[in-house]
């Protein structure tokens, strides 16, 4: 099928995601293979997103295709309440990483899914309906998720679900309780101090939980100081409050850790994961849950459950991925070209006026965009974008380079397996594209 007339059937049937129909212009995209893709012409493009920061193994790894395909020639489907080979070998290859007793799982379809049912476990297991979120995260589509999610895409859903209360997030570069020259522990602090001074006005009694993204994705990575996901744990445990953690993103690698709250050494009451769970090979979620939420339900109905919970297959690529990135040290390759990607966007930073800031850990990281570094206008508003940041994605893109460009900020996310040479590589054309945002900005 030619280009053409593969985008415009494509487009005739199909409705696509956060977009205004009229306007889409999909990128074809016929075959894969490590961090790389090729659109139906033929043209090569590294990955940079992962594409939804999800193929943490990379394309078409053989491995995981191969054990796909021999859950498909043992057993395609069997019911959520059926025990299989394939949920036995997952809950051990999981229970492996995952942290503290955090070591019985409930499989979704994805992430969003995940978040809904760490919602109603919390408040099964709590008595209790507040759920404290923040405003720069996501954590999904669905009724409860697009409710918890702070930025602009829940307000077409709102009123939403009751009982959600948003609190702004730790960032540095943004956040109005910042003092330039503050250490982690000042500013985490700060932010935790406005945390319990909410809590005050809403009743801690009256608070299931505290949802946070442990480590903000599409709103910009924003990586919490040291100090803030301790106090978390420490201002839940005081109340009977739940702590929440979302690793759809950053978990199963994604930060040069098995999850993301393993770099403060902190165990969440729930963790919701999906994405890198199966490297997106097939769909799956899952809320890990720990010891005395598990033994609560021993003994009590969980008022939840899915038709396609622990379908076969989803659990086989899971396994298989998991394997993967323990036999390749693909977490170690995270934490190693994290710390390359790390230089490369400081180096960016010293170099282009237009980037007002730059945040990674491990290969999950982002350069935010601005018009002016003092005042540190964005270069595209809250809501939308800007004609220099729809012309630095189509140079990205016309060289070669897909991208996640969102508001103002470029993402850079790529697969686990990426070397050196192709994050070098990479970080030559992103140097060259920020002349686009630099010509815009007044220094």
């Given at each position: ?5 593969l ?6 049937h ?33 990955d ?9 193994v ?88 697009i409710s ?12 939403g679900?009751?009982g ?6 730790p960032?540095?570069?943004r ?13 985490a602090r ?11 006005y ?5 608070v299931?939980a505290?949802?946070?993204?442990t ?27 739940l702590l929440?953690?979302?690793?759809v993103?950053?978990?199963l ?9 393993d770099?403060w ?14 490297s997106?090979y097939?769909p799956?979620?899952?809320v ?28 086989a ?25 790390a ?23 982002c350069?935010?965009l ?14 939308g974008?800007s004609?220099?940041m729809?012309?630095?994605?189509a ?19 790529p ?12 970080f030559?054309v ?14």
């Amino acid at each position: 099928m030619m280009t053409k007339d593969l985008v415009e059937l494509t487009k005739k049937h199909t409705f696509f995601s956060w977009s205004t129909q009229g306007t889409v212009v999909p990128l074809t995209m016929a075959k894969a293979k490590g961090v790389y893709f090729w659109d139906a012409s033929g043209k090569r493009y590294l990955d940079l997103n992962s594409q939804l920061m999800c193929v943490n193994v990379g394309h078409g790894d053989r491995r995981v295709l191969d054990a796909i395909k021999a859950q498909a020639d043992e057993l395609v489907y069997a019911g959520p309440s059926m025990a299989t080979k394939v949920r036995a070998e997952i809950g051990q290859e999981l229970a492996e990483v995952t942290p503290g007793d955090l070591d019985k799982f409930f499989f979704t379809l994805g992430g969003a899914e995940a978040n809904e049912h760490a919602i109603r476990m919390a408040r099964q297991f709590t008595g209790r309906q507040k759920v404290v979120a923040r405003y720069r995260s996501y954590h999904g589509a669905t009724a409860g998720a697009i409710s918890l999610t702070g930025d602009h895409r829940r307000w077409a859903s709102e009123p939403g679900i009751p009982g959600v209360v948003h609190i702004f997030d730790p960032d540095k570069y943004r956040s109005q309780l910042y003092r330039e020259g503050d250490g982690d522990e000042v500013f985490a602090r700060r932010c935790l101090d406005q945390l319990e001074e909410v809590l005050m006005y809403e009743g801690p009694h009256t608070v299931a939980a505290v949802f946070v993204e442990t480590v903000t994705g599409t709103n910009g990575i924003i990586v919490p100081p040291d100090g803030y996901l301790q106090g978390l744990r420490r201002i839940c445990d005081r109340y009977g409050i739940l702590l929440i953690c979302d690793e759809v993103m950053a978990g199963l690698g994604r930060t040069g850790e098995w999850f993301a709250v393993d770099h403060w050494q902190v165990t969440p009451d729930l963790m919701t994961m999906a994405k890198g769970l199966t490297s997106a090979y097939l769909p799956l979620g899952g809320v890990a849950i720990s010891g005395r939420i598990a033994d609560y339900f021993e003994h009590e109905v969980y008022y939840g459950g899915l038709t396609y919970s622990a379908h076969p297959m989803s659990l086989a690529a899971a396994v298989a991925v998991l394997r993967v990135k323990k036999a390749d040290d693909l977490v170690g390759n995270a934490r190693r070209m994290g710390n390359v990607m790390a230089r490369l966007l400081d180096d960016l930073k010293a170099a282009h006026p237009s980037v007002g800031d730059v945040r990674s850990i491990g290969l999950f990281g982002c350069i935010e965009l601005v018009k002016n570094r003092t005042t540190k206008e964005p270069m595209a508003p809250y809501v939308g974008t800007s004609p220099e940041m729809t012309e630095l994605g189509a140079y990205l893109a016309g060289n070669g380079v897909y991208a996640f460009t969102w508001r103002n900020l470029l993402h850079t996310n790529p697969p686990l397996t990426i070397t050196e040479s192709e994050l070098r590589d990479v970080f030559a054309v992103i140097d060259k594209a920020l002349a686009i945002t630099d010509a815009a900005s007044s220094g």
